[in-house]
């Protein structure tokens, strides 16, 4: 089956300097790899012409489909239908609808209609308009070279409704690939480098089958993705079944999805006690509708005192092992699951850093849960900065709630 590939063009200067990134790529990209189009390429490219041309120029030299996002404003710096113009030998013809829908825009607002706005009206010859619901600039939907160009506006909502109304049913009709199915699997508390060398072992290339895998703080998403339905899931059991303890669910869900799940549909409760992650966990867990049914409520003992006071936490362990200690979390765990009168107990205590404490580094954590009957403490020793190390601590937490009580 012949591929069908498309590049994005992400137009703007202000997506190249630190405070601004190209998002709308990842909405395009979905919404084409839905539809059974591969994006082989992404280019970001300043407000500069020359730029630009040698972008698109590039784009349609190897890729079948280009869309790009942003330059068709009214201002002198909006000039990607004059480039693509250019270079596909398309002059500029004035659409006297759009100006005169342009008007009555303006008008209904109670604002006069400025003269470079005319400039939103032009449309390369034999470029389809493509209707802008939410707002002015329409894009334009043309053909070049025998490829498919799609120019779309930067502003994200403006771009959403141009892909979902108009451009991908364009593309459908035109090309009109099957639906490639794909599958997103998730693991926990496992290296990306370790999955990437066990999956290499299996034949996905011969089998039709593109894998991908994407690793966060918080968890490691590995995608297939193919046009053959049953082999896409058959893969995916063979991938699972290499790390069966890791994997807790499918599609774009956290561990704290996977375990509030469970606690519901087992019927249990859980309480936190939090130090160094700072209410984070009931963070995670209270941001998922329905939380309510599982989570009771939870306790940021932040200072020793906060421990002690509240959490019954004896000041002799602290003393003896430290606010970080295994004997701490144990105590946390344990207590705040009797004071909430829950089914389980979270406790966490450790150095989230940049400097050690109690003479200890950054990065030093110790988890406990509980259960009325058994209690399990871990340590971890976690690399990063302050909101990375808080971040893997959360997951880790989760982790070993669903691995030693929720299977």
């Known amino acids: 089956m012949k591929r069908v590939v498309a590049e994005l063009i992400a137009i703007g200067s202000e997506l190249l300097g630190p405070s601004k990134i190209d998002t709308n790529s990842l909405y395009i990209t979905e919404k084409l790899n839905s539809i059974g189009i591969e ?41 990607t239908k004059e480039v693509v113009g250019e270079l596909c030998n398309l002059e500029l013809k004035l659409d006297k609808n759009i100006l005169e829908n342009l008007k009555e825009r303006f008008k209904k607002r109670g604002i006069s209609f400025p003269e470079n706005s005319v400039k939103m009206a032009y449309i390369p010859e034999g470029g389809k308009p493509i209707p802008n619901g939410p707002g002015a600039a329409p894009g334009v939907f043309l053909e070049c070279n025998k490829k498919t160009i799609a120019l779309l506006p930067g502003v994200p909502r403006e771009m959403r409704y141009m892909i979902d109304n108009f451009v991908i049913n364009e ?19 496992i ?24 690793a966060s703080l918080r968890k490691v998403q590995v995608n297939l993705s193919g046009f053959d ?85 004896p000041s002799e362990t602290i003393e003896r092992f430290g606010a970080v200690s295994p004997q701490t979390a144990f105590f946390m765990a344990n207590n705040v699951r009797k004071l909430f009168k829950s089914d389980f107990g979270v406790g966490i205590t450790g150095v989230a850093g940049p400097s050690q ?16 009957d058994k209690t399990v403490v871990k340590k971890y020793n976690l690399r990063g900065d302050r909101d990375m190390i808080r971040q893997q601590t959360t997951s880790r937490a989760f982790d070993l709630l669903r691995r030693e009580f929720l299977k």
């Open 357 to 372: 404490s109690e003479k200890k580094p950054a990065g030093l954590v110790f988890v406990s849960v509980c259960s009325k």
């Open 171 to 189: 593309l459908e009709k035109k090309y009109k690939l099957p639906e490639k199915f794909t599958i997103s699997i998730n693991f926990a508390s």
């Open 191 to 214: 290296p990306e480098a370790i999955i990437d060398n066990t999956l290499k072992e299996l034949p996905f290339e011969e089998n039709d089958i593109q894998y991908a895998i994407l």
């Open 39 to 79: 994006v082989g390429f992404k280019t970001v490219v300043g407000d500069e012409r020359q730029s630009l041309e040698n972008a698109f120029k590039t784009a349609i030299s190897r890729a079948d489909i280009v869309i790009s996002t942003g330059g068709l404003g009214p201002t002198e710096d909006d000039f």
């Open 229 to 313: 339905r049953k082999r896409v899931e058959e893969f995916s059991n063979k991938v699972i079944s290499k790390f069966p303890e890791a994997f807790f669910g499918y599609g774009n869900i956290f561990l704290e999805n996977a375990v509030l799940d469970k606690l519901i549909e087992k019927g249990k409760t859980v309480a936190f006690a939090e130090s160094c992650t700072g209410g984070w966990l009931g963070k995670l867990i209270t941001d998922i509708p329905g939380s309510s049914k599982a989570f009771l409520g939870g306790v940021v003992s932040y200072s020793n005192d906060a421990k002690i006071e509240i959490l019954k936490v």
